[in-house]
Nanobody, 119 residues
Framework: QVQLVESGGGLVQPGASLSVSCAAS????????MGWYRQAPGKQRELVAT???????NYADSVKGRFTISRDNAKNTVNLQMNSLKPEDTAVYYC?????????????WGQGTQVTVSS
């Protein structure tokens, strides 16, 4: 069984930096796209950033230039470095991976980690 476990997150002041990480474990044959999504109270879950196995990245306009996504293919991990955080970045952050365990690729989600930006 495949599991995604997130770490990091917390409470920071505006302008600060924070990092969240996610590790996949279990019977994993391969992973394609890894990504981070977030959901603020009363809002729909939205894409933050994605990264392909080759390192091609994609970012939401709201985080471009402030957030950096990276991955370690050998360790099946994905990291999101968040700089110059704003109160509007407050949300539950979810990691997402498209993983092939046996024969087909499936979409997996982490449990979510809270990021709060407040003075």
């Amino acid at each position: 069984q495949v599991q995604l476990v997130e770490s990091g997150g917390g409470l920071v002041q505006p302008g600060a930096s924070l990092s969240v990480s996610c590790a996949a474990s279990g019977s994993i044959a391969s992973i394609t796209v890894m990504g981070w999504y977030r959901q603020a109270p009363g809002k729909q879950r939205e894409l933050v950033a994605t990264i392909t196995p080759g390192g091609t990245t994609n970012y939401a306009d709201s985080v471009k230039g402030r957030f950096t996504i990276s991955r370690d293919n050998a360790k099946n991990t994905v990291n999101l470095q968040m700089n110059s955080l704003k109160p509007e970045d407050t949300a539950v952050y979810y990691c997402n991976m498209i993983i092939r365990a046996l024969t087909v690729y499936q979409n997996y989600w982490g449990q979510g980690t809270q990021v709060t930006v407040s003075s």
